[in-house]
């Protein structure tokens, strides 16, 4: 079998051709994942924002929590703590109405 110049000219320009279509669609490909990305970034960053503007809240709120929940820790291992069966009984009572009612 015998080469010419003519078929491996054509060749390489077929092969040529097949690179610059691969390079369009690499860039076709890789401005579509860039633009995905980018939309979802989007939406990341606003429920981040949310986010973190609910762990500031929750943040303020165990300040006073921890701090009582130490005190009555204290208080059960001094053996000082006391029950207020009052406020305990009018609690349980008040949690069940509210069940009743809701039904």
Do not use: C, F
């Not at 949310?50 to 291992?77: G, H």
């Amino acid at each position: 079998m015998k080469i010419s110049k003519k078929v491996i000219g054509s060749n390489v320009a077929y092969l040529e051709q097949l690179k610059k279509l691969q390079e369009k669609v690499d860039v076709k490909q890789t401005s579509k994942v860039l633009s995905h990305k980018i939309q979802e970034k989007v939406e990341i960053s606003s429920k981040a924002k949310e986010l973190q503007r609910l762990k500031r809240m929750l943040q303020e709120i165990p300040a006073v929590r921890k701090k009582k929940v130490a005190e009555i820790k204290e208080a059960l291992r001094k053996g000082t703590y006391q029950i207020n069966n009052k406020k305990v009984a009018e609690k349980v009572l008040k949690e069940g109405l509210l069940n009743i009612i809701k039904g």
